[in-house]
C-alpha cells in the first residue's frame, strides 16, 4: 500500500473538490446580480462540461510527454489563475475562455489523480481506497457550498480563498514527486487512438456515463420535480440533502464489498438495477417525504458506486498508460453523460409530467441493465467455450 501517494492524490483532488464547491454557486450568483438571463448564465456554466469533453483526450498524451507531477503542479496553477481572473476581467465574453481554461485543468487533475490512486492502491483493497477518495471528494464538494454560505460573494475574498484552496493542492502533489506513477508502459501498444478506450472497458464507461447523466440532470431538475409534486422548496431541498448523505457513506462499504467480488461488473449491475428500483418506486412514494427520504438516501449512495466500483473495475483490467488512457475515457463518457442528462430529464418530464422524471432516469438504468446482460452473458460464454479470445 503505498500511503503517500494515494494520500497526496485523494488530498490535492479534495481540495480542488472544495474549490469546485466554493466557485460553482459563487460565479452565478455574481452573474445573476449583475443582471444575466438564466440563458446565459447556463451557456457560461456548460462550457465546463465541453472544456471537460475536450481535455480527456490530451491528459495521457501530455502527461506521457511532461510527466505526471509537473503537469497536475500545470494545472493546479493554470487552474487557479483561471479562476482569480474572473474576477479582473471586465467584460462578459471574457468569463466563457476563462471557464474554459479552468474546467480543462480540473479535469486533467481528476484524471491523474484517479489513475494515481489506482495504480498506488493493491489490487484486493482498490475498491475500499477508491471508496475512500469518493467519500473524502464527496465531503469537499459539500464543504465548498457552506464556505461560500460564509463568506458571501463580495469582494476578493471567495476568490481569492478558492486561489488558496487550488494552490494547497500543489503541496502534496510535490510530497509524493518521487512516487509519481509511470504513465509510459501499456499492455495493449498505443495504436487505435482514445476513443478505443471508450469501448475496451464498456461496463465501466457505460456506467460512468448513466451516473453522469442520472446525477447532473436529476440534480438539476429534481428542485422542478419536486414542485410540480407539491413538495415545498426545503423539502425538495432536503431529500437532495438525502441523496447526498447516501452518497458519503455508502462508498466505502461498496468498495469493501467490492475488493471481496470476482468480477466486479455483477456489482455495476446490482448498483444499476437499485437505482431502476428506487427510481420507479419515486412516483409511488411521492406524498410520503419520510418514505421519498429514505428511498433516495439508498439510492444515492448505491448509484454512485457506478462511478467508484466502475473505477475500481478500470484499476484490475488495465495497468500503465492504458490504464491513464481509460481514466481519461471514463472521465469523457462522464462529461457526456452531464451533457444529455439534463436534455433528457426535462424532455420526459415536459412529455409525460412531473412522472416523466423517474421514468427517463429509468430508462437510463434500463438501458445500462440490458449491456451488462450481454456483457455477462458473454463471460458466461467463454466459460463454456475457453479457447475464446477473452474481453473487458
Wanted: aromatic share 12%.
Amino acid at each position: 500500500m503505498r500511503w503517500l501517494s494515494i494520500a497526496a492524490a485523494i488530498a490535492s483532488i479534495s481540495v480542488v473538490g472544495m474549490a469546485i464547491g466554493l466557485g460553482v454557486p459563487l460565479l452565478s450568483v455574481i452573474l445573476e446580480t449583475r443582471g444575466y438571463s438564466a440563458t446565459m448564465i447556463g451557456a457560461n456554466t456548460a462550457i465546463a462540461g465541453i472544456a471537460s469533453i475536450v481535455a480527456a483526450p490530451f491528459a495521457t498524451p501530455l502527461a506521457a510527454r511532461f510527466g505526471v507531477v509537473p503537469l497536475m503542479l500545470a494545472m493546479i496553477l493554470a487552474g487557479g489563475l483561471a479562476f482569480v481572473g474572473f474576477y479582473f476581467v471586465p467584460y462578459f465574453w471574457m468569463w466563457f475562455p476563462l471557464r474554459a481554461i479552468l474546467h480543462f485543468a480540473l479535469t486533467v487533475l481528476f484524471i491523474l489523480s484517479e489513475f494515481w490512486i489506482s495504480t498506488s492502491a493493491p489490487a484486493h483493497r482498490r475498491g475500499l481506497i477508491l471508496g475512500i477518495y469518493a467519500t473524502v471528494l464527496s465531503l469537499g464538494f459539500a464543504f465548498g457550498p457552506w464556505l461560500f454560505a460564509q463568506i458571501g460573494s463580495a469582494g476578493f475574498a471567495p476568490f481569492g480563498i478558492a486561489f488558496g484552496l487550488i494552490a494547497l493542492a500543489a503541496i502534496p502533489v510535490s510530497l509524493a514527486w518521487r512516487e509519481s506513477p509511470d504513465i509510459a508502459g501499456s499492455a495493449h501498444g498505443s495504436s487505435g487512438g482514445f476513443a478505443r478506450y471508450i469501448w475496451l472497458v464498456p461496463t465501466a464507461t457505460a456506467a460512468v456515463l448513466v451516473f453522469g447523466a442520472v446525477e447532473t440532470g436529476g440534480f438539476a431538475l429534481f428542485p422542478v420535480y419536486g414542485a410540480r409534486i407539491g413538495y415545498p422548496e426545503a423539502d425538495a431541498a432536503l431529500l437532495l440533502t438525502a441523496v447526498g448523505l447516501g452518497n458519503v457513506l455508502l462508498q466505502i462499504p461498496l468498495g469493501l464489498v467490492s475488493d471481496r467480488m470476482r468480477d466486479r461488473r455483477i456489482l455495476l449491475a446490482l448498483c444499476a438495477f437499485v437505482g431502476l428500483i428506487g427510481v420507479l418506486a419515486l412516483p409511488f412514494v411521492a406524498g410520503n417525504w419520510r418514505m421519498s427520504a429514505a428511498i433516495l438516501f439508498v439510492w444515492g449512495g448505491v448509484v454512485a458506486g457506478l462511478y467508484t466500483v466502475g473505477l475500481a473495475h478500470l484499476g484490475s483490467r488495465l495497468s500503465g498508460r492504458d490504464l491513464a488512457s481509460a481514466n481519461a475515457a471514463f472521465v469523457f463518457c462522464y462529461g457526456i453523460g452531464m451533457l444529455i442528462g439534463p436534455q433528457a430529464i426535462g424532455i420526459g418530464m415536459d412529455i409525460a409530467g412531473p412522472n416523466g422524471f423517474a421514468w427517463t432516469l429509468a430508462l437510463f438504468f434500463a438501458a445500462y441493465l440490458a449491456l451488462a446482460a450481454v456483457r455477462l452473458a458473454g463471460i458466461a460464454g467463454r466459460r463454456q467455450n475457453p479457447t475464446a479470445e477473452p474481453r473487458h
